[in-house]
C-alpha cells in the first residue's frame, strides 16, 4: 500500500526559505508522480507542482514558478520541494500525494482526483 508522510513545515519570515520533504514508504519511487498540493481554510486544495520520477519532468504553479525547486532523490526514496522567496500568501498547509502517472501529467498535477495516497500534511506559515 502506497504511504507518502511529509516533513519539514514551519514558520518563516517573509523571503524566508523552507525545504518540504515527502518519504515514501512501502513502495519505491520507479514509476510514479509525486505532487505537492496546498490548501488554506475555505478554499479547495490547488496543486503547486509535481515530478515524474522515472524521467524527473515537473510541473509548477504559476505562482511559484522560479521560486520553488521540487526534486526526487531515487535512492533515499524522498521528494523534496525547496521554497525560497515565500511570500504570505504561500501560507498553507502543505500535502505529499502520490500515484501511477497518467498520458498527461501537466492535467494529472492540478487535481486532487488523480491521487490515490496523500500524506497528513504539513504546515507552512510566512509571517514576520
Known amino acids: 500500500q502506497l504511504q507518502v508522510v511529509e516533513s519539514g513545515g514551519g514558520l518563516v519570515e517573509p523571503g524566508g526559505s523552507l525545504r518540504l520533504s515527502c518519504a515514501a514508504i512501502g513502495f519505491t519511487l520507479d514509476y510514479y508522480v509525486i505532487a505537492w498540493f496546498r490548501q488554506v481554510p475555505g478554499k479547495e486544495r490547488e496543486g503547486v507542482s509535481c515530478i515524474t520520477t522515472h524521467e524527473g519532468n515537473t510541473y509548477y504553479l504559476d505562482s511559484v514558478k522560479g521560486r520553488f525547486t521540487i526534486s526526487r532523490d531515487i535512492a533515499k526514496n524522498m521528494v523534496y520541494l525547496e521554497m525560497d522567496s515565500l511570500k504570505p500568501e504561500d501560507t498553507a498547509v502543505y500535502y505529499c500525494?502520490?500515484?501511477?502517472?497518467?498520458?498527461?501529467?501537466?492535467?494529472?498535477?492540478?487535481?486532487?482526483?488523480?491521487?490515490?495516497?496523500w500524506g497528513q500534511g504539513t504546515q507552512v506559515t510566512v509571517s514576520s
Open positions: 500525494a502520490a500515484d501511477r502517472p497518467w498520458p498527461s501529467v501537466d492535467s494529472m498535477c492540478v487535481l486532487t482526483q488523480a491521487f490515490s495516497s
